[in-house]
């Protein structure tokens, strides 16, 4: 009777003793895969959980033995501030932007790696740093001295408002009116092609009347002066004034435009940074009068 009891008790506890075997293996390896990871807080309470006698004892020995290896090589920290009179004993610490408490001078224990520590104090002052935690690195003091790092500051204000502020480059009154001076110039000294080619055409015309005139009368059209009756030399006279007058004209305009341009490129350039103030004032005198322009440049 007692056989059959005990027979029938190892039937029942078999599927529950193999499906808590898996589960403890599957742990363990689970653990082992997140210290190659090196994501050694998780792996740790992965080995606390197969490490229980729950677990076939074969599997629970080893994940505890792991687990203490693990103790030895997982990193922690100890924050520290201090203030001008010693260590400050309060204010929220937070880790990789998780809050881990307040400053007690306990050791954190973190993953090998780089970390972001936020320091916030009740008087709203914040410190931030970065640190790099390698493995094995137990207890490693972080110490925020808010003296220090306040000088720091002052120092790189100062510096800010000691460094000179590059000098930019405005587009002043000058500098605009020397633009639209180039502009005009440039204008007329091309407009001086327009007269030039009348002047061309017309003086075209005239050799061409009097050529005609000539062949016609077998001599030459009167001086310019005179009045001929010849109709052809008569307009050849007059194509003659018109090439004068335009050639006049090009002339003018060719100097004129150029002058102008030439102003405006030194007003442009001289223009440059500082804006203009210019006066202008009439100037009277025993024998002239006019304008005359004053100012800084």
Same mark, same amino acid.
């Given at each position: 009777?007692?056989?059959?009891?005990?027979?029938?008790?190892?039937?029942?506890?078999?599927?529950?003793? /193999?499906?808590?075997?898996?589960?403890?293996?599957?742990?363990?390896?689970?653990? $082992?895969?997140?210290?190659?990871?090196? !994501?050694?807080?998780?792996?740790?309470?992965?080995?606390?959980?197969?490490?229980?006698? *729950?677990?076939?004892? *074969?599997?629970? /020995?080893?994940?505890?033995?792991?687990?203490?290896?693990?103790?030895?090589?997982?990193?922690?920290?100890?924050? !520290?501030?201090?203030?001008?009179?010693?260590?400050?004993?309060?204010?929220?610490?937070?880790?990789?932007?998780?809050?881990? +408490?307040?400053?007690?001078?306990?050791?954190?224990?973190?993953?090998?790696?780089?970390?972001?520590?936020?320091? &916030?104090?009740?008087?709203?002052?914040?410190?931030?740093? &970065?640190?790099?935690?390698?493995?094995?690195?137990?207890?490693?003091?972080?110490?925020?001295?808010?003296? &220090?790092t306040q000088t720091q500051t002052q120092t790189q204000t100062q510096t800010q408002t000691l460094t000179p502020t590059p000098t930019q480059t405005h587009w002043t009154?000058?500098?605009?009116?020397?633009?639209?001076?180039?502009?005009? +110039?440039?204008?007329?000294?091309?407009?001086?092609?327009?007269? $030039?080619?009348?002047?061309?055409?017309?003086?075209?015309?005239?050799?061409?009347? &009097?050529? !005609?005139?000539?062949?016609?009368?077998?001599?030459?059209?009167?001086?310019?002066?005179?009045?001929?009756?010849?109709?052809?030399?008569?307009?050849?006279?007059?194509?003659? +004034? $018109?090439?004068?007058?335009?050639?006049? *004209?090009?002339?003018?305009?060719?100097?004129?435009?150029?002058?102008? /341009?030439?102003?405006?490129?030194? @007003?442009?350039?001289?223009?440059?940074?500082?804006?203009?103030?210019?006066?202008?004032?009439?100037? @009277?005198?025993?024998?002239?009068?006019?304008?005359?322009?004053?100012?800084?440049?």
């Amino acid at each position: 009777m007692r056989i059959s009891v005990a027979i029938a008790a190892l039937l029942l506890s078999s599927p529950a003793f /193999a499906e808590s075997t898996n589960s403890c293996a599957d742990a363990s390896e689970r653990a $082992q895969k997140l210290v190659d990871e090196r !994501r050694l807080l998780e792996a740790k309470t992965a080995f606390r959980s197969c490490a229980q006698s *729950a677990c076939p004892a *074969a599997i629970s /020995a080893d994940c505890q033995s792991r687990l203490d290896e693990l103790k030895k090589t997982t990193p922690s920290i100890i924050v !520290r501030v201090k203030d001008k009179d010693g260590d400050v004993a309060s204010g929220v610490v937070t880790l990789d932007g998780a809050n881990i +408490g307040v400053i007690d001078g306990q050791s954190v224990d973190v993953d090998p790696g780089t970390h972001k520590i936020h320091i &916030q104090l009740p008087d709203t002052r914040t410190f931030d740093r &970065q640190v790099i935690v390698a493995p094995g690195e137990h207890s490693r003091p972080v110490t925020f001295d808010t003296q &220090q790092t306040q000088t720091q500051t002052q120092t790189q204000t100062q510096t800010q408002t000691l460094t000179p502020t590059p000098t930019q480059t405005h587009w002043t009154t000058m500098r605009t009116a020397g633009f639209v001076t180039i502009i005009i +110039g440039a204008t007329a000294f091309a407009s001086a092609f327009v007269p $030039q080619i009348l002047a061309f055409i017309d003086h075209s015309n005239a050799s061409n009347l &009097q050529r !005609r005139a000539n062949a016609a009368s077998s001599g030459s059209c009167p001086s310019l002066n005179g009045v001929s009756a010849n109709s052809d030399c008569a307009s050849a006279i007059s194509y003659e +004034g $018109q090439s004068s007058a335009s050639q006049s *004209a090009a002339i003018a305009l060719f100097i004129t435009g150029a002058v102008v /341009a030439i102003t405006g490129v030194v @007003l442009f350039v001289v223009g440059d940074n500082e804006p203009t103030h210019v006066a202008i004032r009439p100037l @009277l005198g025993p024998s002239f009068a006019g304008l005359g322009v004053s100012g800084a440049f």
